[in-house]
């Protein structure tokens, strides 16, 4: 069916498309043991399929189906649950704010760095950093020079909930935060 653009992703929970290029980054939930980030290039034709369920991430989830990858789009990133914590999709990060890394918790924004995504599957990711913003985050969003926010509720310095700047160290303006 037309309607149909991709299929295989077992929970995609966000998906971004990057402002630059026009790329597609899926986000996939894993159901036991792998997180996964797909990627489609701009003007693809569709048609795709990213493994599941004969595929968690780039290990093999259901041996009863095979594991021959071949006619599958395997992710460009994938970790383990005892690496990171379950996955939300968001943005190609373009902004200039964000530049260090921090210890990784289950509340944190994190980035992967990678060469070749012009190529339909580079070998594997770059580093890979992260930071905490000491938040339970609840959503988030970019700004026009691709800056991200964040939404929160509740955390261990606000008893209500809040929209945020992400950025390592937030930066105030006129007195408030942005």
């Given at each position: 069916?037309?309607?149909?653009?991709?299929?295989?992703?077992?929970?995609?929970?966000?998906?971004?498309?990057?402002?630059?290029?026009?790329?597609?980054?899926?986000?996939?939930?894993?159901?036991?043991?792998?997180?996964?980030?797909?990627?489609?290039?701009?003007?693809s034709v569709?048609?795709?399929?990213?493994?599941?369920?004969?595929?968690?991430?780039?290990?093999?989830?259901?041996r009863?189906?095979?594991?021959?990858?071949?006619s599958?789009?395997?992710?460009?990133?994938?970790?383990?649950?005892?690496?990171?914590?379950?996955?939300?999709?968001?943005?190609?990060?373009?902004?200039?704010?964000?530049?260090?890394?921090?210890?990784?918790?289950?509340?944190?924004?994190?980035?992967?760095?990678?060469?070749?995504?012009?190529?339909?599957?580079?070998?594997?990711?770059?580093?890979?950093?992260?930071?905490?913003?000491?938040?339970?985050?609840?959503?988030?969003?970019e700004?026009?020079?691709?800056?991200?926010?964040?939404?929160?509720?509740?955390?261990?310095?606000?008893?209500?909930?809040?929209?945020?700047?992400?950025?390592?160290?937030?930066?105030?303006?006129?007195?408030?935060?942005?």
């Amino acid at each position: 069916m037309d309607e149909i653009w991709a299929w295989g992703l077992r929970n995609p929970w966000r998906i971004g498309f990057d402002r630059l290029t026009g790329d597609l980054f899926i986000a996939d939930v894993g159901q036991d043991n792998r997180e996964e980030v797909n990627f489609q290039l701009a003007g693809s034709v569709g048609g795709v399929n990213y493994g599941w369920p004969r595929m968690e991430g780039n290990a093999c989830y259901s041996r009863s189906q095979g594991c021959q990858t071949g006619s599958l789009v395997l992710p460009i990133l994938d970790y383990s649950h005892g690496e990171g914590c379950s996955i939300t999709g968001g943005y190609r990060y373009r902004g200039t704010a964000i530049r260090r890394s921090t210890a990784p918790t289950c509340s944190e924004i994190s980035a992967a760095r990678r060469s070749g995504l012009a190529s339909k599957r580079a070998a594997g990711p770059g580093a890979v950093s992260s930071f905490s913003p000491n938040l339970s985050i609840t959503t988030f969003g970019e700004d026009n020079d691709g800056e991200l926010y964040v939404g929160s509720v509740g955390g261990p310095s606000t008893a209500s909930s809040a929209f945020r700047r992400a950025s390592p160290s937030r930066r105030r303006a006129a007195g408030r935060e942005r």
